[in-house]
């Protein structure tokens, strides 16, 4: 239930499951860099190939994510290029992604998860 961005109260975007990231063309393209260190709750390692699938099945349109699917808006595909970077692009410009992506943010259990407060 972790986002890889959160928002301060300032509404400056912040870093949670991602440490980093950027933008390019447009906001066609983002790139993200997982924290490293991150579990899930049965101790398995978080990952960008475990990132991708779950967005891969919320725009799986088998998986009737309506709501989710129309945060992440107009996607043209996501990549794991490596083990701890997530790049997600776009048809054309989106620019309310981190908006989206900070949405669901608990940060406590994930604070406990890395073992440091973030």
């Known amino acids: 239930m972790d986002s890889l961005v959160g928002q301060a109260p300032d509404n400056r975007f912040t870093p949670w499951l991602a440490e980093r990231w950027e933008i390019e063309g447009n906001n066609t ?3 993200f860099h997982l924290r490293q260190g991150v579990t899930f709750s049965d ?6 190939a475990a990132v991708k699938y ?8 088998k998986t009737t994510s309506s709501y989710a699917r129309s945060l992440l808006g107009p996607v043209e595909g996501v990549a794991a290029p490596d083990e701890s970077t997530v790049v ?8 309310p992604l981190l908006q989206a992506l900070s949405l669901v943010n608990d940060q406590k259990p994930v604070a406990r998860l890395i073992g440091r407060e973030i």
Do not use: C, H, K, V
């Not at 101790?43 to 960008?48: D, F, K, R, S, Y």
């Not at 779950?54 to 349109?61: A, H, K, Q, S």
């Open 54 to 61: 779950n967005y891969d099945r919320i725009l799986d349109p």
């Open 88 to 95: 997600i692009t776009y048809r054309q410009p989106f620019a």
């Open 29 to 31: 393209r983002y790139t």
């Open 43 to 48: 101790g398995t390692a978080l990952n960008a």
